[in-house]
């Protein structure tokens, strides 16, 4: 038995580098489709709010990479991986997921296709993955500063949607359910743009900005100490992400304007040129209502 799980995680992880190559950021999963490491903070209380600034292993989709080292390490310290996740949201594809569940009892495929005559858009040629229950996955690319968030239903019922924070189970994964595959002729093509009608739903409507005073005994540069050390802890592929994310709760607390060159600075000594850098935190200024 124990070879073969020796063989499964070897061919888990030759998938995984694969997807990589792809310029897909994945992590080794367990055959229960969740993050096969541990939390290193799960004995804490109350857990670390950490997603990886403190260096370990063990924080689910945060540990996301392409670089074949750290993806081997990921899977050498989860040697009963089975599967790999594939992160949703990171550049170059920014990936979303349209998840067609069948365990609901919805005919998730026919409210897509209701939902695509409703509001005038076809789902192009792109990568969709087969799940052992019968669903579907329907790969995305997203535009590279839009924040799509992960919903159950919110579309339509049987309709998921994995998005920022989120991950798809990788196809040639064995779960306890059964084996993750693509529909053939699929699965060398690109994740294709996402229609802009469908992109639209899956953008949730603005709300109210409610800006939270700095208090008066805590300077705001040390208020956005934490945001700055998200960003120095990204890895190559989560760089612009971490940003956007950290710029936006930078917005939203109001040090926004404040705490923009010291992100700035962060950013590019992770690897991010100034001006993608900027550009990035001005696409967070205007998500949130402050450019």
Known sequence: MATIDRHVTALALAHALSAAERGLAVIPLSRAKLPALRSPHHEDSPPAPCHGECGRLGHGVYDASTDPRRIRALFAAAPW???YGIACGLPPHHLIGIDLDTKSGADASAALRELALRHLFTIPDTVVVTTPSGG????LAGPPHAVIPNS???LAPGI???GAGGYLVGPGSRTEYGVYGTVPGTAQ???APCPPALLRLLTPAPRAQHVTPVPADRPPVQQGHGLVQFVLAA???QRNTRLFWAACRAYENGIGETL???LTDAA???GLTDREARSTIASAARLTGHA
């Open 160 to 162: 998921d949607i994995r």
């Open 189 to 191: 093509l690109p994740p």
């Open 81 to 83: 991986a089975t599967g």
């Open 235 to 237: 890895h190559e592929g």
């Open 260 to 262: 923009a060159p010291q």
């Open 136 to 139: 579907r996955h329907i790969w």
């Open 268 to 270: 590019v000594h992770v």
């Open 152 to 154: 159950a239903g919110r």
